[in-house]
C-alpha cells in the first residue's frame, strides 16, 4: 500500500518542480561543471546554437518589430557562419561589393539576392532546427513597410486634398 | 508546440505567455500546487490551450545573465493533468523547452537552463530530457538543450 502510494506521488511529482532553495556551494558546482563542458565545445556546436539564437530573435521581431533590423540579422547570420564575409558572398555568387552595400543599407537587396539567401539558409539550418527560409523576405518587406510608414505621414497628409471619400454610416 | 490528449491522442496546439493579474484569481494553490502570487515578482509564464484559453501549466523563472543561465523556479501541471491518469500529456516537456528557448534567445551558444529536482527523480530528467547532474541542480546545454527545443518546437 505504502509502495502504491509513494509511486503514485512520484508520478504526480514528475509534472511538478520546485527548485527555489538553491546554496551558494550548489551554484558553484553547477558553475564547475559547465566550465568543463564548454572547454571541451566543438566550434560546429557553438554555432549551430548561435543559429537556433537567430532564428528565435527573428520570429521576435517579425511578431513586435518597430524598427528596421534586416541587414544587422543578416550580418549576424553571416558572422556566426563565416569568418570572412567575402567567403559569403562567393558562396552567393555576388561581389563583396555588392554585400558590402547591402549590408550598409547603400543599396536594395536584388530578389535574386533574397532567393540565394534562401536557398543558404535553408541549408544552413538544416541540422540545427526547422526553419521557414520565407523569414528573409517577411523581414525584408516588413522593413520596407515600417521605412515607408515612417516617411509618409507627411506626404499623406499633402496628399489629402487630392482625395474625396464620404463616412459611411448607419 | 502542442499537447496531446491522453485519451484520444490527438494533437491540441499551445501557447506559453506571460501571466496577467487577472489569472490569479483562477490558479488556485488546490490546482496549482503552489501560491503562484508569492512568485509575482518573477517571470511567470501559463501554457494556455489555443482554442479556449484554458490554462494546463504554469511555470516562473530566475536569469542569471552572468552565467547565461535560466533556473526554473517552479513549474506545475494543473491537477487534472498530473500523475498516470492525466487529460493532456507533454505540458511538463513544453515549459521545459519554453524555458531553454528563452535561454537561448537570451545567451545564445552559452545557454543553459537549470532545476532541482527530487531525489528520486533524477533518473527521470536523465533519462526523459538528457539533463546531468552537478550537486543537487541539473542542467541542460549545448546539443541536448537543442535537442530538447526540436522535440517539442516544431513551427
Not at chain 1, 537587396?109 to 538544416?126: D, G, I, Q, T, Y
Request: charged share 30%; net charge positive.
Amino acid at each position: 500500500m505504502t509502495m502504491n502510494r509513494s509511486g503514485h506521488e512520484i508520478e504526480e511529482f514528475k509534472d511538478l518542480i520546485d527548485s527555489r532553495d538553491q546554496s551558494d556551494q550548489d551554484n558553484s558546482t553547477l558553475a564547475r561543471a559547465r566550465q568543463n563542458r564548454q572547454r571541451n565545445r566543438p566550434v560546429q556546436e557553438t554555432r549551430m546554437l548561435k543559429l537556433m539564437q537567430l532564428k528565435y530573435q527573428m520570429e521576435d521581431y517579425i511578431s513586435n518589430g518597430s524598427s528596421s533590423r534586416f541587414s544587422e540579422f543578416l550580418k549576424m547570420y553571416i558572422d556566426t557562419i563565416y569568418t570572412n564575409r567575402k567567403d559569403f558572398a562567393t558562396d552567393i555568387d555576388i561581389t563583396p561589393m555588392e554585400l558590402s552595400h547591402v549590408l550598409h543599407g547603400r543599396r536594395e537587396p536584388k530578389p535574386s539576392f533574397l532567393h540565394r539567401l534562401m536557398v543558404h539558409s535553408e541549408n544552413a539550418f538544416k541540422n540545427v532546427t526547422t526553419f521557414n527560409t520565407e523569414i528573409w523576405a517577411r523581414l525584408y518587406f516588413l522593413d520596407k513597410t515600417l521605412s515607408f510608414l515612417t516617411s509618409s505621414k507627411e506626404a499623406i497628409q499633402n496628399q489629402a486634398k487630392h482625395v474625396k471619400s464620404k463616412s459611411l454610416k448607419v | 508546440m502542442y499537447v496531446i490528449n491522453s485519451e484520444t491522442r490527438k494533437q491540441h496546439a499551445i501557447e506559453i505567455i506571460p501571466i496577467e493579474k487577472s489569472d490569479y484569481r483562477i490558479i488556485p494553490k488546490s490546482k496549482f500546487w503552489f501560491d503562484w502570487k508569492q512568485e509575482s515578482s518573477f517571470e511567470v509564464y501559463k501554457l494556455v490551450l489555443k482554442e479556449n484559453q484554458e490554462i494546463l501549466g504554469l511555470v516562473s523563472l530566475n536569469r542569471f545573465g552572468k552565467e547565461s543561465r535560466i533556473k526554473i523556479r517552479l513549474l506545475a501541471a494543473s491537477k487534472e493533468n498530473r500523475g498516470k491518469n492525466k487529460k493532456y500529456d507533454r505540458i511538463t516537456g513544453n515549459l521545459l523547452a519554453f524555458a531553454g528557448i528563452e535561454s537561448i534567445k537570451a545567451y545564445g551558444a552559452m545557454a543553459c537552463i537549470s532545476l532541482i529536482p527530487k531525489t528520486a527523480l533524477i533518473s527521470h530528467y536523465e533519462e526523459k530530457y538528457s539533463m546531468l547532474q552537478a550537486g543537487k541542480s541539473m542542467f541542460l546545454e549545448g546539443m541536448a538543450l537543442l535537442a530538447l527545443i526540436n522535440e517539442y518546437d516544431h513551427e
